[in-house]
C-alpha cells in the first residue's frame, strides 16, 4: 500500500485540537461499594465540572453528584481525595465552596461555611458506626498564620446548622511571616496529615503524617492510635516512617496488622507491623531493587490495598511501567507474584467489586477506570469508563524506551514516540522534528501509557521525546536523590542530553528541537533555554522562571520543597540566583512561548509575567497567553484547545512546514521575520 509523501510537521491528522477535550475527562479515583464501582470524570459535554458516576450490578451508569457540583477538593492545592463511600452512604467535596456534603438521599452539607471557600477538606473516611466522617480539614481563616491541617471528625447527621469539627489530630500553626523558623509553632505537631484509615473492628485509626521542610516522599510517618465510643483518639505511636526515611498508605490487613509503603535498601516496598506490640518493626513483604508507589502529590494516592482473599496488591514499576503485584502478608518467606494484566500504568486501587478497582493506563485504550477479579495467581480485567474519545490505534505511536548518558554520567531514560500515520510518511531526505516533553513535579514520572496530547504531535509528523529526568520516581531513592541540591541543572542536563543523544544518532533532526513542559517541567525549559544551545523552541506552561519568587509565594504543601531541591532561601540566595531563567535571560535565543493561568495559587501568574518582561526589554522574540479563570493546570476545555492550537502554529512559525489545517496565527514579539515573495 503506497503512502503519500508530506513534510514532516504537515501530515493531516484525524486529532484535532477539540479531540483533545471530547468525549470528557479521564476517569479518576475509582472505588467500590459492594457490587457498585464508583468514578470521577468531567463532563461530556464540553464543560469543565467533575462528576461522581456510578455504575451498579446490573450495568446501569447514574450521575451520583447533583448537577450544580463539581467534585474537586484544593486542600494541598491539588487535591485528590474528593469523596467516599460506604455501604451507600457517599460524601464529597463541592469544589466552588470546598464544603462537605453528604449525596445520598437530599444533598445537605456536612461541613460550615465560609467566605472564599476558606476551609477546605478531603480524603473522608465514613465510620458509620460511630455515624462520622473523618476527615482532613485545610484550614485558611487565620491570615495570620499558615493554613492549618488537621484531621478531624463530623456527624453524618448535624443537628443545626453544620460547623468545622472536633479535632481528632491536631496540626501545628506556623505564624506568619516566619513560618521556617524552628521555633513557630507546636513542633511537637505535623504540618500535614492525611489518608485516615480505620481497622476492621473500628477500634483504630491510622494515618499519614510530616512536617517542614519534607515532603511525603522524603520523610513522612504513619501513626496509630486507638479510638473510644465517640472516636475519639488515645495516644499516637509512630509505626513506621520518620527522619530519613518514609512510610505511606496505611493498609489494614486485619485489627491487628497494618500494611503499608516503607522503604528497604533506597526502594519503597510493602511491609506489614503488628501495632499491638510496641517493639514490634515492619516487616518486608518484598525484596529492594524494584520500586512500589507513587508520589504523594495529591490526598488518597492509592498504590495498595487489600484483595479479598487477604493478599496486598500493590503498583510494582519495572523499566518505567507499572504491574499490579500480589503478595501474601502471612507468609514466612512472602514472593511477590505479577499479574497477567494488559496494563501500563496504575494507580488508585480500592478493594471491591469482587476484586479491586483501579486506574488503568491500558495500551490501546488510555486511561481507563477498571475492575480486576483475582483468582489465586490469575487475573482478569474489565474497563467499567473510558475517556469518551480515543485516537484510532493507527494514529497512536507506541512509546519505545531508550537511555542515554545523562547528568554527571549517570543513566538518564525516557520513551520515544516516533511520528506515525497510516497513510502519510515523510521525505526520505527529511528527518522528523523532536518536541521533548520535561514532567512536571519535579518528584515525578512518566508513563508510556498513550496521550492524545502526543498523538497530536506524532500523527502530524513531529516526534516526541517523554524525559524521566533525575529527580523523577519509579527508580529508587538513589535516582530521586539526584535531584537533591541540582534542581535546573541534572534534570535540564538530562533533557538537553537526550534531544542531542536523538539528534547525534540521525532519529531526528537536530536542527528543529523544541523542548515543552508544565509547572517544573516548564522551569526546565526555561533553564535548557537560558544555560544550553540546542532546543529552536520552548513551550512552558505555568513553568517557573524565578525559583526565589516561588520560593516565596507558593502555597504551603510546596512552601519548602526547595529547600531540597535548591537550598534553604535565603541562605542559598546565590544559588537561586544562578538557577533563575529570568536572572538569565540573555542567554535565551530561541522564542518562546508562555502560556499561563490567572488563577494559578501553585506558579503565580508573575512569574510568567516577569518572564515575558524580561525578554521583551532584551528584544527578544516571546509570546505570553493568559487566561482568565484558570489555575495550575488547564480544566476548561476552551482553553485546552486554544493552547494546543497555538502551540502548533508557534511550531510551524519557527520550523517551517505549512499545518495541514487552519491555525490561529500567534504572534511572537521580536521574532525575526524572512522575508516572503
Not at 296 to 306: K, N
Not at 377 to 390: I, K, M, N, P, W
Not at 544 to 561: G, I, M, N, W
Amino acid at each position: 500500500m503506497s503512502s503519500d509523501v508530506l513534510p514532516h510537521g504537515s501530515w493531516p491528522s484525524p486529532v484535532a485540537a477539540r479531540d483533545l477535550v471530547a468525549g470528557g475527562g479521564v476517569p479518576a479515583e475509582p472505588r467500590a461499594d459492594g457490587d457498585d464501582v464508583y468514578w470521577l470524570a468531567t463532563t461530556t459535554d464540553g464543560g469543565s465540572r467533575v462528576v461522581l458516576h456510578r455504575r451498579d450490578a446490573a450495568g446501569e451508569v447514574t450521575e451520583v453528584s447533583p448537577d450544580w457540583m463539581s467534585v474537586r477538593s484544593r486542600v494541598h492545592e491539588y487535591g485528590g481525595g474528593a469523596y467516599a463511600v460506604a455501604r451507600g452512604v457517599v460524601v464529597a467535596v463541592d469544589f466552588a465552596t470546598q464544603r462537605l456534603w453528604r449525596l445520598d438521599g437530599t444533598p445537605r452539607p456536612l461541613s460550615g461555611e465560609t467566605t472564599g471557600a476558606a476551609v477546605r477538606w478531603g480524603a473522608p473516611l465514613v465510620d458509620l458506626d460511630r455515624g462520622t466522617v473523618v476527615v482532613v480539614r485545610e484550614d485558611h481563616r487565620d491570615a495570620d498564620a499558615e493554613p492549618l491541617n488537621e484531621l478531624v471528625r463530623l456527624p453524618l447527621e448535624p443537628e443545626g446548622e453544620p460547623g468545622f469539627g472536633d479535632v481528632v489530630v491536631a496540626g501545628r500553626r506556623r505564624p506568619l511571616p516566619r513560618p521556617d523558623a524552628d521555633d513557630a509553632g507546636d513542633p511537637t505537631r505535623p504540618d500535614f496529615v492525611s489518608d485516615p484509615v480505620l481497622s476492621p473492628d473500628g477500634g483504630r485509626l491510622a494515618w499519614v503524617q510530616w512536617s517542614h521542610p519534607a515532603m511525603p516522599w522524603d520523610a513522612a510517618s504513619v501513626l496509630v492510635a486507638e479510638l473510644d465510643d465517640a472516636g475519639a483518639p488515645g495516644l499516637a505511636r509512630v509505626v513506621a516512617g520518620g527522619e530519613g526515611s518514609t512510610a505511606v498508605e496505611p493498609v489494614w490487613v486485619d485489627g491487628d496488622r497494618l500494611a503499608l509503603l516503607a522503604e528497604s535498601e533506597g526502594f519503597a516496598v510493602p511491609h506489614v507491623v503488628d501495632v499491638t506490640d510496641p517493639g514490634s518493626t515492619p516487616r518486608a513483604l518484598a525484596p529492594s531493587g524494584t520500586e512500589w508507589g507513587l508520589p504523594a502529590w495529591m490526598l488518597r494516592t492509592r498504590a495498595l490495598t487489600l484483595l479479598p482473599d487477604g493478599r496486598l496488591v500493590g503498583v510494582r514499576h519495572v523499566a518505567g511501567t507499572a504491574r499490579l503485584s500480589v503478595v501474601d502478608t502471612a507468609a514466612a518467606e512472602p514472593t511477590p507474584v505479577d499479574l497477567d494484566l494488559p496494563l501500563v500504568a496504575a494507580s488508585g486501587l480500592a478493594t471491591g467489586a469482587g476484586g479491586l478497582v483501579v486506574d488503568a493506563g491500558l495500551p490501546d485504550v488510555g486511561w481507563a477506570a477498571a475492575t480486576v477479579a483475582v483468582e489465586g495467581d490469575e487475573a482478569s480485567l474489565e474497563v467499567v469508563a473510558v475517556r469518551g474519545t480515543v485516537p484510532d490505534a493507527a494514529y497512536v505511536a507506541r512509546a519505545e524506551p531508550v537511555s542515554w548518558t545523562g547528568s554527571g554520567g549517570d543513566t538518564a531514560h525516557g520513551f520515544l514516540h516516533r511520528p506515525t500515520h497510516p497513510e502519510v510518511r515523510g521525505p526520505e531526505d527529511e528527518l522528523p522534528p523532536l518536541v521533548v516533553v520535561a514532567h512536571g513535579g519535579p518528584t515525578s514520572a512518566t508513563t508510556t501509557v498513550p496521550r492524545a496530547a502526543y498523538t497530536f504531535f506524532t500523527s502530524r509528523g513531529i516526534a516526541v521525546l517523554d524525559v524521566d529526568y533525575a529527580g523523577s520516581t519509579g527508580y529508587g531513592r538513589a535516582y530521586r536523590e539526584r535531584l537533591r541540591g541540582q534542581w535546573g541543572v541534572a534534570d535540564v542536563e538530562d533533557v538537553v542530553a537526550g534531544a542531542r543523544h536523538l539528534a547525534e544518532t540521525g532519529v531526528v533532526d537536530g536542527r528543529r528541537l523544541g523542548v515543552r513542559g508544565g509547572s517544573a517541567g516548564g522551569y526546565v525549559v526555561l533553564a535548557a533555554l537560558a544555560f544550553h544551545d540546542v532546543f529552536s523552541a520552548g513551550v512552558s506552561l505555568f513553568g517557573v522562571s524565578d525559583p526565589s519568587l516561588l520560593a516565596q509565594e507558593t502555597h504551603k504543601f510546596e512552601s519548602r520543597y526547595l529547600d531540597g531541591l535548591i537550598g534553604p532561601w535565603p541562605a542559598a540566595r546565590a544559588t537561586y540566583e544562578e538557577r533563575s531563567p529570568l536572572h538569565h535571560v540573555d542567554g535565551i535565543d530561541a522564542p518562546l512561548l508562555l502560556l499561563q493561568g490567572l488563577e494559578d495559587k501553585v506558579v503565580p501568574p508573575s512569574q510568567a509575567q516577569a518572564m515575558a518582561r524580561g525578554l521583551r526589554e532584551k528584544h527578544l522574540p516571546v509570546a505570553l497567553v493568559e487566561f482568565a479563570g484558570e489555575g495550575h493546570g488547564f480544566r476548561d476545555p476552551d482553553t485546552i484547545v486554544r493552547a494546543a492550537e497555538l502551540e502548533l502554529s508557534f511550531l510551524a512559525q519557527l520550523w517551517g512546514y505549512r499545518p495541514a489545517e487552519d491555525l490561529p496565527v500567534l504572534e511572537v514579539e521580536n521574532l525575526p521575520r524572512p522575508d516572503r515573495d
